[in-house]
């Protein structure tokens, strides 16, 4: 397991230092960054339903971090967000980054949440870093 750079200990996904944040640990295991994460009711948007800017939080983080933790600075560009399913608040998710491609300054992600329970897809992510020049 890759140790985290100080610099993103206020990060609100990962952050460990984050006193409101979601503390979520990652690691690496075959080329594809994981980690699980189970939504409480302060995560809730309305009728114990996980609110969507916490679930396109945890997925922009999960590909931020295989860059990450590879030593790379790099910036969301752009993400597109697919919501297949409803979270309810106490589900715990199996979170998945990898990458599609890399050329120069650009590395296209793709991020999934899957139910533990039964890996259905709640929700996909495909988004453009732009690497620190």
Same mark, same amino acid.
């Given at each position: @397991? =890759?140790?985290? !750079?100080?610099?993103?200990?206020?990060? +609100?996904?990962?952050?460990?230092?984050?006193?409101? /944040?979601?503390?979520?640990?990652?690691? #690496?295991?075959?080329?594809?960054?994981? &980690? $699980?994460? =189970?939504?409480?009711? @302060?995560?809730?948007? +309305?009728?114990?339903? =996980?609110? *969507? *800017? #916490? #679930?396109?939080?945890?997925?922009?983080?999960? @590909?931020?971090?295989? #860059?990450?933790? %590879?030593?790379? !600075?790099?910036?969301?560009?752009?993400?597109?967000?697919?919501? %297949?399913? &409803?979270?309810?608040? /106490? =589900?715990?998710?199996?979170?998945?980054?990898?990458?599609? &491609? &890399?050329?120069? !300054?650009?590395?296209?992600? $793709?991020?999934? @949440?899957? !139910?533990?329970?039964?890996? $259905?897809?709640?929700? $996909?992510?495909?988004?453009? +870093?732009?690497?620190?020049?």
């Amino acid at each position: @397991m =890759t140790e985290m !750079r100080t610099d993103g200990n206020n990060c +609100f996904v990962c952050g460990p230092a984050n006193e409101v /944040g979601l503390k979520l640990k990652f690691h #690496i295991e075959d080329d594809v960054v994981r &980690s $699980e994460f =189970t939504p409480a009711e @302060m995560h809730c948007g +309305f009728d114990g339903v =996980t609110h *969507g *800017g #916490i #679930i396109f939080s945890v997925l922009d983080d999960v @590909m931020a971090n295989w #860059i990450y933790l %590879k030593g790379i !600075r790099a910036y969301t560009a752009k993400c597109e967000i697919r919501y %297949k399913d &409803s979270l309810p608040i /106490g =589900t715990t998710v199996r979170l998945e980054g990898r990458c599609i &491609s &890399s050329r120069g !300054r650009l590395i296209v992600m $793709e991020g999934k @949440m899957l !139910r533990q329970a039964n890996n $259905e897809l709640v929700a $996909e992510t495909q988004a453009s +870093f732009m690497v620190e020049a």
